[in-house]
């Protein structure tokens, strides 16, 4: 397959500060980050460069931009898995479909975001139906990652870390927990998004109990809504 069909094209560009993430989450990205700024100084030492790193936990609460963020931080191309096309059916292929994009990540000393890492790394022998190919996929991306240069950074995540084989988890240097934000944090995200909006098209009211990016569709909405409200009643006055 062509590797141009194995990755999604995301361009949109996101900086760390504007990532919500709990003190001791951010304390470790940042010094990922600082690590790969410094890799020639750390190498010269003989010290290792922690290049992997899995996060884990709820849907919509920041993985995804956390992966963006981190390579616009360190200026590294990033390449995201597309999914619904590495995984095939033909015995041996989804192997060599994830071949293809780690030797991409490698030739462009990249940023490589596994999303839904558990739909690769399930646990060998959790599929009765497919144990011998999931045992060669999973085999395969253990051999990637531990060849893994440094200098390529692996970021995956997942909702269900409970069914990722143990082997797989023990790869990365570093484990993230994201969780559903408090109230005080969705606060704190609102009155960030909503600092670019005139007040009056502010909500009236406040919901909680959702992920970041349930917080941000569902705000988004209801600010569109209020402009589309003003402007109807600004042409009936007209």
Not at 57 to 77: D, E, F, R, V
Not at 86 to 106: H, L, M, P, W, Y
Not at 218 to 229: A, D, E, G, Y
Request: hydrophobic content about 40%.
């Amino acid at each position: 397959m062509n590797i141009q069909d194995l990755i999604i094209k995301d361009k949109e560009q996101v900086f760390l500060q504007d990532v919500f993430l709990k003190e001791g989450n951010r304390q470790q990205i940042e010094q990922l980050i600082k690590e790969h700024l410094y890799i020639d100084e750390l190498r010269k030492l003989g010290l290792p460069v922690s290049n992997k790193m899995l996060l884990f936990g709820h849907s919509g609460c920041g993985k995804t931009t956390t992966a963006k963020a981190i390579s616009n931080s360190l200026g590294k191309p990033l390449i995201i898995l597309n999914l619904s096309n590495i995984v095939n059916s033909k015995i041996g292929e989804t192997s060599q479909n994830v071949k293809q994009v780690f030797d991409r990540a490698v030739r462009d000393k990249a940023v490589l975001f596994l999303d839904e890492f558990d739909q690769l790394g399930k646990a060998r022998g959790a599929d009765d139906h497919d144990v011998g190919e999931m045992r060669r996929l999973v085999n395969s991306i253990i051999q990637q990652i531990d060849y893994l240069p440094e200098d390529v950074l692996l970021i995956c995540a997942t909702n269900h870390v409970d069914i990722i084989d143990s082997a797989l988890i023990r790869r990365f240097q570093i484990r993230i927990q994201y969780e559903m934000p408090t109230q005080d944090e969705l606060d704190d995200f609102y009155d960030n998004l909503l600092q670019r909006f005139p007040e009056e098209l502010h909500p009236k009211a406040r919901q909680y109990g959702l992920s970041f990016a349930e917080a941000k569709d569902n705000l988004f909405l209801i600010v569109k809504s209020n402009l589309i409200k003003k402007l109807e009643m600004k042409g009936r006055v007209l």
